[in-house]
C-alpha cells in the first residue's frame, strides 16, 4: 500500500522540480498515507517508529522524490526537538497537528551550527522582556517552507551567549518570511532567508535554554544526523536503479552498474547497523561516503543517459543537480574537509 505513495511520489518528482512551486500536494499524500504519524510518540497521536524504521522510509522517499524527503526532514528535525523538550504544554499544543499532518512546522537552527560561524555577531539575537520571555531580531538565513509552515524551531542568542531555542508562530508581529529563492536544485523546498524584528516570544514558547550550546541538549539536539546520509543513499539509489535497466540492454553498463550496486547496497547496510546501534563505521565516515557516492552515481546516470539527459525533465540531470545539495546541507566542517580533499585528489 505505501508503494502507492511511493509510486505517486516519482511521478510528480520532475514536474515539481519544473513548476518550482511548494510542495502541498506531495504533503497532503504524505498526511494521507499517515507519513507525519511515524515520526511521532504514540502519547501524541503518532506511531513512533524506531531510528530503522526512519530511516527505511527515507531511504524510500528520497529514492522517489528528494524534494518531499528534503522538506520531510526539516519538519521531522522540527518535530525532534519540540518531543525532546520539556514543555508540557508546548507539546500537546503542537505535536498532535504535526502527527496528522495538519501542522507544518519548519527549523531556522543553522545559524547556531553550520551556517554564519566565522561572523562576530549572532545571527537573530534575543533580549530579555521585562513581563517575562523575550524579544528577538535579526535574520536567520535559511530556513525551509517558512511561508508555508504555522511555526518555526528558530535559535537565538543572548547578549551573555546563552542561547534559546523556540517554537515561533510564523504570523507573530515582526516575523517576514522570504517566499523561497532560485536554487540549482529543490527549489520547491521554498528556503528562504527569515527576517524578525522586535519580534515578541513568551515564556511558554521556548523549548530549550537559555543556556550555552542549546544544540547538544536532548535527543534532537544535533544537527545533521544519519537521515542525511540516508537522503543521499536513497538519491544514489535512484540513478542506480536507472543504471541498472539502461545496463538490460547495453552491456558496456553491466559493470559499472554492478559495482555501483554493491556499494550502494553496502552503504545502505552500513546505515541500518548504525540505526540498531552497531558501529561498522563512524556516522561521519558513512556521511562523506555516501556524499561521495550520490555524486559519483548520479553523474554516471547522466553519462549512460547521455545528452538526452541533459535537458530539462529528464531524471538524470535533475538527480545531479540533487547530489550537489549534499556539497553544502548540513555540512560539519569534517564533511566539508573530506569533499574539499577529494574533489582535489588530495590525501585527507
Ligand atoms: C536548500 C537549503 C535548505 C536549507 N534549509 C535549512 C533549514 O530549513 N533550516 C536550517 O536551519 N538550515 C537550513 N539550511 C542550512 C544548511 O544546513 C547549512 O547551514 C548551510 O548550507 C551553510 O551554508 P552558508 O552559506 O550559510 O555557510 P556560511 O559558513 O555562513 O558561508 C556563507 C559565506 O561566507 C563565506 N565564509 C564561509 N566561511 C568563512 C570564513 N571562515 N571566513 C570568511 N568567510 C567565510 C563564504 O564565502 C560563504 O559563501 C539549508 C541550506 C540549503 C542550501
Redesign the pocket.
Known sequence: MIDELYRQLRQRSNELDIERRWPAQQLKLCAEFGVFRWFVPKVFGGLEWNERQQLESYLAISQACMTTAFVLT?WNAACKRIVASTNEALRNRLLPGMASGEVFT?????HL??????LAQPAIQASLRGEGGYVLSGVT????GARFSQSIVLGATLPDGRQILCALPTHRAGVDCGPGVP?VA?TS?C?DEVHLEHVEVEADEILFGPTHHVMQLGSGGASGGLQTSALAIGLAKAAIGYLGEEAKRRSELIAVAHKLEHDVQLLQQQLLSLADGESPVQPIELRQQANSLVLRATQAALAAAKGTGYKQGHDAGRWCREAL?FL???CPQPVLNASLCELAHLAP
Open positions: 526539516q519548519t527549523v531556522g537552527i543553522s551550527t553550520t551556517s554564519r560561524q566565522h538565513p535559511w530556513v525551509t536554487l529543490l523546498s528556503t545539495f553544502v546541507w548540513s
